[in-house]
């Protein structure tokens, strides 16, 4: 079969290396996450793009902390917040409804956390249903599992799961 700009294998992995590129992920790490949509029940399609929604790097993306995600992905690697009470520096710690993010009370002296504030604003998200946001305590609360349509718009993630079943 073939597609408008090229053959249908094609579309699928430039529908993946979009995806990949867009959530800031190597090839490694996006074939065991959807390895892993795969094994759970449900759509494989919604449960990768949950999976890749509840990331902590993208929490901080969602919550408007960082203007982009490789912004969130750098506060997060740097230690600046705290997953329920302890300090972590790795991006891809999956969260669940309950988990809370803040914001370290050494990191909430600096310039960039005293102006977070401004970087909210400037970001420009539109809040998510899963994550509340207290921008005065510098916290994130993951409030429930992210929907379909709150990911991110414009992908076909049918395309993805029939690129990983050939």
Known sequence: MRVRGGSLYLTQMREKQKVRRLYGLLEKQFAKLMKEAQKAEGLTGENLLQYLERRADNAVYR???????????????????????????????????????????????????????????????QSVSWVKVDGKKMKIKITGLPKREEAEAGINEQLIVEYYSR
């Open 63 to 125: 919550a408007g902390f960082a203007t982009t995600r490789r912004q969130a992905r750098q506060l997060v690697s740097h230690g600046h917040f705290l997953l329920n009470g302890r300090r972590i520096d790795i991006p891809s710690i999956r969260l669940k409804p309950g988990d809370t993010l803040e914001v370290r009370p050494k990191s909430a002296k600096s310039t960039y956390f005293k102006n977070l504030d401004q970087i909210i604003a400037a970001a420009g998200q």
